[in-house]
T-cell receptor
Framework: DAKTTQPNSMESNEEEPVHLPCNHSTISGTDYIHWYRQLPSQGPEYVIH???SNVNNRMASLAIAEDRKSSTLILHRATLRDAAVYYCILGPNNNDMRFGAGTRLTVKP | GAGVSQSPRYKVAKRGQDVALRCDPISGHVSLFWYQQALGQGPEFLTY????????KSGLPSDRFFAERPEGSVSTLKIQRTQQEDSAVYLC?????????????FGQGTRLTVV
């Protein structure tokens, strides 16, 4: 199974952009890159996903490296409600959705 | 529309007791997943259903764990003879399709404490 590597933790100031990196050097051609986040005492929440091209939605942007061996989740203006654990996951199929330890994002007011 | 619903939200079981955890997925969702999340860890995959078929149960930690989805909608995760190491949050997720180009919706989980 393709694995991902993320920093354990990151800090950001409120209303500033946040770039959350993910390395996935063994990604296969059919693997989608998914991002989920988990707020305290909640189940994980979908953020965004993509295959090759950069993606934007109302929550975030996903920048995918040209060789697809890394990607970056971008929160354009962090708010206190964005404090969560962010998971980068690879999968050709949903049943291969394995979570790692994720990145714990702290947002400072 | 309702999201994924799990019940009970909290369960305390005495060691050796059997427990059953229920998941009501979003109506019409084909795929259903169960995860186990220990304190401070990421969710660990347990099992996956496509409709009523259990296609992957490789994550079930022992034969004390059993999951079913007999009519392709509601699913039950059963743990027999609970042990203290079974204490965790059990998460259920559903998604409308089976491919990777779709999102999964998670419930709030059931927190199981074995005493």
């Amino acid at each position: 199974d393709a694995k991902t590597t993320q920093p354990n933790s990151m800090e950001s100031n409120e209303e500033e952009p946040v770039h959350l990196p993910c390395n996935h050097s063994t990604i296969s051609g059919t693997d989608y890159i998914h991002w989920y986040r988990q707020l305290p005492s909640q189940g994980p929440e979908y953020v965004i996903h993509g295959l090759t091209s950069n993606v934007n939605n109302r929550m975030a942007s996903l920048a995918i490296a040209e060789d697809r061996k890394s990607s970056t989740l971008i929160l354009h203006r962090a708010t206190l409600r964005d404090a969560a654990v962010y998971y980068c996951i690879l999968g050709p199929n949903n049943n291969d959705m394995r979570f790692g330890a994720g990145t714990r994002l702290t947002v400072k007011p | 529309g309702a999201g994924v619903s799990q019940s009970p939200r909290y369960k305390v079981a005495k060691r050796g007791q059997d427990v059953a955890l229920r998941c009501d997925p979003i109506s019409g969702h084909v795929s259903l997943f169960w995860y186990q999340q220990a304190l401070g860890q990421g969710p660990e995959f347990l099992t996956y259903f496509q409709n009523e078929a259990q296609l992957d149960k490789s994550g079930l930690p022992s034969d004390r764990f059993f999951a079913e989805r007999p009519e392709g909608s509601v699913s039950t995760l059963k743990i027999q003879r609970t042990q203290q190491e079974d204490s965790a949050v059990y998460l259920c997720a559903s998604s409308p399709g089976q491919g990777a180009n779709t999102e999964a919706f998670f419930g709030q989980g059931t927190r199981l404490t074995v005493v």
